[in-house]
């Protein structure tokens, strides 16, 4: 379960999930901060968003339906040059699973975790 397909696989087979390259978003925690990063673009979020946040031997799986917060650009960062949603999700034990990019407002994921996912 090293690749985004892999992890979307096995979710998928496991939960009968529907996820999709198209649905989903996944990241390796940084090697230089310890935090996942990902850009999405704004426009995804007019459907639920799948996060696959990546760790040793699994990975967290986050569902964002649609509404899940009142505004995405009052809540998280937005590159305006690529319309894109930045994250900067910390991995962690402070604020684990906290959006601390600059410019957003400190989100927590931790109620949207669908599952942990670990050996496949």
């Given at each position: 379960?090293?690749?985004?397909?892999?992890?979307?696989?096995?979710?998928?087979?496991?939960?009968?999930?529907?996820?999709?390259?198209?649905?989903?978003?996944?990241?390796?925690?940084?090697?230089?901060?310890?935090?996942?990063?990902?850009?999405?673009?704004?426009?995804?979020?007019?459907a639920p968003v799948n996060l696959l946040l990546k760790i040793e031997d699994g990975v967290f799986w986050i569902?964002?339906?649609?509404?899940?917060?009142?505004?995405?650009?009052?809540?998280?960062?937005?590159?305006?040059?690529?319309?894109?949603?930045?994250?900067?999700?910390?991995?962690?034990?402070?604020?684990?699973?906290?959006?601390?990019?600059?410019?957003?407002?400190?989100?927590?994921?931790?109620?949207?975790?669908?599952?942990?996912?670990?050996?496949?």
């Amino acid at each position: 379960m090293n690749t985004k397909q892999d992890c979307i696989a096995a979710i998928n087979l496991k939960y009968k999930a529907g996820l999709s390259s198209i649905n989903t978003s996944y990241s390796n925690i940084n090697k230089n901060k310890n935090v996942w990063w990902l850009n999405i673009a704004s426009s995804k979020f007019k459907a639920p968003v799948n996060l696959l946040l990546k760790i040793e031997d699994g990975v967290f799986w986050i569902n964002l339906p649609i509404g899940f917060v009142s505004s995405i650009k009052k809540t998280f960062k937005i590159r305006e040059d690529k319309d894109v949603v930045d994250l900067e999700i910390n991995a962690g034990s402070n604020n684990f699973l906290c959006d601390i990019k600059s410019g957003g407002t400190g989100f927590n994921f931790n109620a949207f975790i669908k599952e942990e996912v670990f050996h496949f």
